[in-house]
C-alpha cells in the first residue's frame, strides 16, 4: 500500500479525521537517521502525527512539531506541508532502550519530562507557535493533549509503528478524529466508544486495511462529506542559500575560524543528510557580507 493521507468531516461538518499510511516514509527515515528500533518507533510516531495534523493545512501553509526531552534522543523534528511532504530528524538516533515485552518504551527514549513545540505557518506575518509539557511522552496523546487544550480542539490521537524482526518498518500510520464545535453528544459518544474499540492501528494497516477502511469503519452509518486523499511522500526542501544563511547565523568571529581551517566546511542536512560543502573562500565571502549588512552587531 502506498503512503497516503485521506481526509473528510461529517456532512454536518461538526467532526472531521484524517488517517494516513506512512510505512514507506518512516522506512526512508529510519535508513536516513539511522536510528535504533526504539528511536524509529519514536520518530515514526511523530512524523506520522504530523502527517495527519498536515491534513488540516492549505495551500502554502506549513507545519512544524519539536519534542524535547530529557531522554536519549533529546530534539525530534517533524515538518509537513498541505501537499503530503514530510520530513524528520532525531538528534541522537540511537536510543540505546531495547524493546520491551510489550513493545517500545518511548516515554523513556523521549523524556518523561520535556515540551512539545509547534510552529506553524500561515502564511502571515509571523509563524503560529504553541507550545505544551510533554503529557506522556508516548506522542499520539501528546498531540492529542496540544490540540484539546492549546488549539482548544477536542482531539483523538493514535499512532503506531510495528518493526520487522531485523528493525525494518513493516507498518506505520497516525489516525486523527477532531470534534468541532455543535456537534451532537450523541455522535461524539459514538466516536469516542468506536475510538476505544478499534484494534491497533498497524494492526489493520498489516491486515491490508487502507486508510478509508478503517475511517470508513470508524464512522459506520454516519453521513459523510467527499474524502481527499493526498499522497505522502518524504521531501526535504534544503538548499544552498539556507546552509549559507545558517552560515551566517554564526556569526563573524565563528566565521573567521572556519575560514582558518584547512579543509572546506562541510554542513550536513539534519534531515536529508545531504551534504554542502563551503571552501575557505566562500566562507571569506560570507564572512564579507556580514561585515557589509548595515544596522547588524554580532558580537559584544
Ligand atoms: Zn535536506
Redesign the pocket.
Known sequence: MKDHLLRFATQDGTLRAAAAVTTDLVESLRQLQGTDPTATVALGRLVSGATIMGSLLKGDQKLALMIEGNGPLRKLHAETDASGHV?GSVQVPVSGIPPTANGFDVPAAVGRAGFLHVSKDLGLKEPYRGMVQLYSGEIAEDLAYYLTTSEQVPSSVALGVYLEQDGRVAAAGGLLVQALPGGQDALIELLESRLVALPPLTTLLREGQDPEQILRHLFADVPLGKAEKIPVTFR???HRGQIRALLKGLGKEELEALAGQEEATVVT??????KYSFSRQEIRQLRAELLEMPGRTDSP
Open positions: 520530513r526535504c526542501n534544503c542536512c539534519e534531515f536529508c543528510q545531504k
